[in-house]
């Protein structure tokens, strides 16, 4: 979903977390689009950081002023993917 956002629709999310992506029949579905910019636009949409700091990229945590970038959710994806893994390992 985050490919096709970004590369067809050029959307960026700007808020992966656990709680925006929904497992359907075997499928991951990405939710809660509100956040979401089009990647056209130049600058933020807003003046406060967007995203769930516990899954935001370590160079958004650490510069407040940050342009959100791909990069950005793509390192948030593998904290959700992390987090996930690490939830329900059996150890």
């Known amino acids: ?47 406060n950081r967007t995203g769930t700091w516990q899954f935001m990229s370590a160079f958004l945590v650490s510069h407040s002023g940050a342009v959100h970038r791909v990069e950005d959710d793509l390192e948030s994806s593998l904290y959700v993917l992390l987090w996930t893994a690490l939830k329900y390992s059996s150890t």
């Open 1 to 47: 979903a985050h490919k096709d956002a970004y590369e067809l629709a050029m959307v960026l999310h700007r808020d992966l977390s656990v709680g925006n992506v929904v497992i359907y029949k075997g499928v991951g579905i990405l939710i809660d689009w509100d956040l979401a910019k089009l990647i056209t636009i130049q600058g933020p949409r807003q003046k």
